[in-house]
């Protein structure tokens, strides 16, 4: 067996046995790991706490010949309080960990998401700024990460400039009046959406009222789960607006 010690956010986690805790965590250098914490479930075991569903740590593992490492060890570096205290919050970093946890597969060294995942958090702890496009711009800033963005700078169908009036995620992104199928897209929103993926990412979050942003909370999550084939289970909850069939 060999030592490694990742920094890493806590995805998720699940019991196994009676004391036990199996860990799903996202690394900065080693990618997606499955940890044993042993003991962690039992009365002032002081680990447990440090290895909490969204903790950022350092953890040291036992690297064996099983895909399923051992915990020995972890500091935590975040518990990320704010996030905590705030159910809008929560839902939406849990939004956050939930991608992470489908797109990832186990072991696969990606630094740079793992960058993404935890300034989405910071940004989402902090008090500072307005909060609620801090997950869509990370499902936005993801799926170009992962090559799957939708086409939002001419008619997808057509190649026409505009004006640009529909987004199927289907055909692969925005469409004009001409060719138009899928939902509705406010020039607000588009507007948005590339202002996000085009530099100006912390002037839109910085923004406290930015064109079409409850279209964009809507689009980006319904892009994320048309990528991913599934629903985001994070996402189902009151404050979460409601969609409506285009």
């Known amino acids: 067996m060999s030592s490694v010690t990742a920094e890493g956010i806590v ?8 004391a036990d805790r199996i860990v799903v965590v996202m690394t900065e250098d080693a990618g997606k790991v499955r940890g044993v914490a042993k003991g962690v479930r039992k009365t002032g075991s002081r680990s447990g706490v440090r290895l909490e569903t ?98 939002l700078d001419s008619c997808v169908s057509c190649a026409s400039p505009g004006p640009l009036e529909a987004i199927d995620f289907g055909e692969g992104g925005v469409l004009c009046h001409d060719c138009r199928s899928g939902r509705p897209i406010s020039p607000g929103a588009l507007n948005t959406m590339r202002a996000i993926l085009g530099g100006q990412l912390r002037g839109v979050l910085e923004d406290p009222s930015p064109a079409g942003a409850d279209e964009v909370v809507i689009l980006a999550a319904e892009a994320m789960e048309f990528h991913l084939d599934r629903r985001l289970r994070s996402l189902r909850s009151t404050a979460y607006p409601q969609r409506e069939a285009p």
Do not use: C
Request: charged content about 20%; hydrophobic content about 45%.
């Open 54 to 151: 969204l903790t950022h740590a350092s953890i040291q593992f036992w690297k064996g010949r099983s895909e399923l490492w051992t915990v020995s060890q972890a500091q935590s570096r975040s518990h990320f309080r704010h996030i905590r205290a705030d159910l809008d919050r929560l839902n939406a970093a849990l939004s956050l960990v939930e991608v992470i946890d489908k797109l990832t597969e186990d072991h696969h060294q990606d630094p740079a998401l793992f960058a993404m995942l935890l300034g989405a958090l910071r940004a989402l702890d902090s008090t500072d700024a307005p909060y609620q496009l801090v997950a869509p711009a990370f499902f936005l800033k993801v799926l170009a990460h992962d090559g799957a963005l939708p086409f």
């Open 11 to 18: 995805l998720r986690t699940y019991r196994l046995g009676e």
